[in-house]
Every structure is written in C-alpha cells, then in structure tokens.
Nanobody
Framework: VQLQASGGGLVQTGGSLRLSCAAS????????VAWFRQAPGKEREGLIV???????WYSDSAKGRFTVSRDNAENTVYLQMNNLKDDDTAVYYC??????????????????WGQGTQVTVSS
C-alpha cells in the first residue's frame, strides 16, 4: 500500500487542522493505521493507533484534542487536530502495518509510511 499524507500548514495557536492520509492499492481496512509526528531534535512520537477492527488508542499528547476517522470509500484516514499548541509543531506522518499490541507505539513496527506533512503552530 502507498500512503500520501497532506493537509499540513501554518495555523494559529488554538486553531484546528485536518490531515489526510490517502492510500492507493489495498484497502486501509486491512491494516493497523497510526499517526506519528516528529519535531526537530526529538524522537518520532506516536499519537493515535487504530486497528483494522476499529479499536483505537490515543497517546497522552492526543487525548482530548486529536481524533482519527476513516472514509472507506476514499480509502483515506483523517487526523482531526483541535486546540493546537505551539508544541504540536512537527512533521506528521501516517503509517500502516501489522503491529502487535505491545509494539503499536513503536514506529519501527509499521512497514508503510506517508511522506510526512509539516504542521506549524504559531501565535
């Protein structure tokens, strides 16, 4: 499966942004899908993991502000981000694969990656 992430940009503190991860090839329904981000000088951080069953986990950074949704017809997964903070500035990636439960937050457990989209939050 090939993933194409988009929707990043410059947004004011407190604003919202929706990122898209469009897949070509096999349906994303067959994969575990995750959103990660990486800020300069920091390790890649897992935000949301969604299994093919629909079971979803949120990291502490994402809880209460970020949500994931899926459009099966478009074979696309979305990351809705609300109440954005300056610390949310990073490159955001979508990923797909078959991580086991214990490795679901480990970026190395995902085989397929989108190219990343820059999100910059500034007051």
């Amino acid at each position: 499966v090939q993933l194409q992430a988009s929707g990043g940009g410059l947004v004011q503190t407190g604003g919202s942004l929706r990122l898209s991860c469009a897949a070509s090839g096999p349906t994303l329904n067959s994969y575990g899908v995750a959103w990660f981000r990486q800020a300069p000088g920091k390790e890649r951080e897992g935000l949301i993991v969604r299994r093919s069953s629909g079971q979803t986990w949120y990291s502490d950074s994402a809880k209460g502000r970020f949500t994931v949704s899926r459009d099966n017809a478009e074979n696309t997964v979305y990351l809705q981000m609300n109440n954005l903070k300056d610390d949310d500035t990073a490159v955001y990636y979508c990923a797909a694969g078959f991580p086991i439960f214990s490795t679901r937050w480990d970026w190395q457990a995902y085989r397929y990656w989108g190219q990343g989209t820059q999100v910059t939050v500034s007051s």
